[in-house]
């Protein structure tokens, strides 16, 4: 079936240094990359997407960068703050299905 | 605007018992669907709802059903409880955005013990 790869499981990073995640799919016929924190007993929010036909997005500390052909996808936080610790999910299908990948447990260290 | 309500928050339920967790939405979506989060597993997609009268299976939707009467509500029941159901379950709402943003709103959650 249709999957989505999601790493690293944990990253511990110091505060005001950058994080990356990445995520590779499976199915080619997804066009839409969404974001996800959680934080620790809450629901998750969405906070960056992209669609098939964008190499990259940005939102102030936050960037997400795909590449279809190569069939993964990546989400960049830069001078990364103590309220960033969470857990992210990505996930990759389109038009509201998704199969999202298996959560990076983000930790910033003061 | 209450978004997604879910209910109960927690329940307790033995082996071969039903029930129902209760999802509505005011935000008046068209699109609804039901998760289920396990640890280390991210969210599996159990089943979803693109307007009222339609419903249709996600990954994992052996022992869930699910209906949509009406646009606000989207129950998910279980036939009969087993272990391996104990899980969080979330329920979700979404849009379109005319920028081509699919929006998902989830619930606070569901957290099912199943004995």
């Known amino acids: 079936g249709e999957n989505v790869e999601q790493h690293p499981s944990t990253l511990s990073v110091q505060e005001g240094d950058s994080a990356v995640i990445k995520c590779t799919y499976s199915?080619?016929?997804?066009?839409?990359f969404p974001w996800y924190k959680q934080e620790l007993g809450k629901r998750p929010q969405l906070i960056i997407d992209?669609?098939?036909?964008?190499g990259e997005k940005k939102d102030q500390r936050i960037a997400v960068t795909l590449n279809k052909t190569a069939k993964h996808f990546s989400l960049h936080i830069t001078e990364t703050q103590p309220e960033d610790s969470a857990v992210y999910f990505c996930a990759a299908g389109g038009t509201y299905k998704y199969i999202f990948g298996t959560g990076t447990r983000l930790k910033v260290l003061a | 605007n209450a978004g997604v309500t879910q209910t109960p928050k927690f329940q307790v339920l033995k082996t071969g018992q039903s029930m129902t967790l209760q999802c509505a939405q005011d935000m008046n979506h068209e699109y609804m669907s039901w998760y289920r989060q396990d640890p280390g597993m991210g969210l599996r997609l159990i089943h979803y709802s693109v307007g009222a009268g339609i419903t249709d299976q996600g990954e994992v939707p052996n022992g869930y059903n699910v209906s949509r009467s009406t646009t606000e509500d989207f129950p998910l029941r279980l036939l009969s409880a087993a272990p391996s159901q104990t899980s969080v379950y979330f329920c979700?709402?979404?849009?379109?955005?005319?920028?081509?943003?699919?929006?998902?709103?989830f619930g606070p959650g569901t957290r099912l013990l199943v004995l």
């Open positions: 199915d080619s016929a997804s066009n839409y």
């Open positions: 992209i669609r098939s036909n964008v």
């Open positions: 979700a709402s979404s849009f379109l955005t005319s920028g081509g943003r699919e929006t998902q709103y």
